[in-house]
């Protein structure tokens, strides 16, 4: 896998770059044969489960001041790290487009809470 010494920011990365970077991970191990929809989103569901053991326990004031620097930090950021390369993955093996699913569902959610009803209340 080539390594870039330059890390880029968030706002400098596209989704396409993402999926390959994932993509060419994938491929030098020739894990794709293990990649089913089904085995991705379990994947996705695990990873998401070690991201929230994180918290387990936390009140909303203990996440939040655990997340300001440390080891919950770091670790954190690679469960999450886990669970967007997981979803790429399953991007990438079903073909769905990202960006565009991303935009359609965000639309979606806008018609089903309105700003207006919704604006500071869940």
Known sequence: MSQNKTVR???HTTIAELKSLVEEFVAERDWAQFHSPKNLAMA???EAG???DLFR???EAQSV???KNGTTRKRAAEELADVVICALAFSNRTRIN???AVRSKVLKNSKKYPSRTYKGRF
């Open 57 to 59: 326990w936390h009140s």
């Open 9 to 11: 920011a968030d706002q």
């Open 65 to 67: 001041q655990a997340m």
């Open 50 to 52: 070690e991201l929230m």
């Open 98 to 100: 990202l960006a565009q």
């Open 44 to 46: 996705i569901g695990v």
